[in-house]
């Protein structure tokens, strides 16, 4: 089994920062990349950030300039630093990775999520 769990959410102000973690946990062999997503009701999940396992990133527009990811692979963790916050970053945030289980390499990764976390930006 496979676990990805974030943390780090909670209430902001404008202008303000948090970090979020997930981490993966169980019985795996490899990761490559993860993932952050946002979704808020009503809409999409939509990608904020990614990152590789060679640690190359890519962003969302809404974000450059603001956020922040990070991995730290012998943790299994991938973090995001968020800054200058504002009240359409509200949302709730998952995580993903794409892991392999087997420990053959011919074997597919398959893509986890973590449940999700709360970032509510209000003054």
């Known amino acids: 089994q496979v676990q990805l769990v974030e943390s780090g959410g909670g209430l902001v102000q404008p202008g303000g920062s948090l970090r979020l973690s997930c981490a993966a946990s169980?019985?795996?062999?490899?990761?490559?990349?993860m993932a952050w997503y946002r979704q808020v009701p009503g809409k999409e999940r939509e990608l904020v950030a990614d990152?590789?396992?060679?640690?190359?990133?890519n962003y969302a527009d809404f974000v450059k300039g603001r956020f922040t990811i990070s991995r730290d692979n012998a943790k299994n963790t991938v973090y995001l630093q968020m800054s200058s916050l504002q009240p359409e970053d509200t949302a709730v945030y998952y995580c993903?990775?794409?892991?392999?289980?087997?420990?053959?390499?011919?074997?597919?990764?398959?893509?986890?999520w973590g449940q999700g976390t709360q970032v509510t930006v209000s003054s």
């Open positions: 169980g019985n795996f062999f490899s990761i490559n990349a």
């Open positions: 993903n990775g794409d892991i392999r289980t087997s420990p053959f390499i011919s074997r597919p990764y398959l893509r986890y």
């Open positions: 990152v590789t396992s060679g640690g190359n990133t």
